[in-house]
């Protein structure tokens, strides 16, 4: 139980970087299309990045909620 708290604060805090990080120019410059990844765009590539990334949070997330149902199912 203890480490699931711990396991959900990190998921959240990591959803909270990435989406402050997607407003930035860091992830989204202006002007800027190189680096090109397969004739994709730099700021394409990043932002499909970072969406993986929210999925694969979410997912965990979703597996160590502190209140899941999986925890009372097993009680």
């Known amino acids: 139980m203890k480490h699931q708290k711990r396991y959900w604060k990190i998921c ?4 909270i970087i990435l989406v402050v990080l997607g407003y930035t120019p860091l992830m ?3 002007d800027v299309y190189k680096p090109m990844l397969l004739g ?3 700021s394409l590539w ?8 929210l999925v694969a949070l979410t997912f965990i ?3 160590v909620h502190p209140g899941s149902d999986k925890e009372e199912a097993e009680s």
């Open 40 to 42: 994709i765009p730099y």
């Open 28 to 30: 989204i410059p202006p």
């Open 61 to 63: 997330g979703a597996k």
């Open 12 to 15: 959240v805090i990591l959803v």
């Open 46 to 53: 990043t932002s499909i990045l970072a969406t993986i990334a």
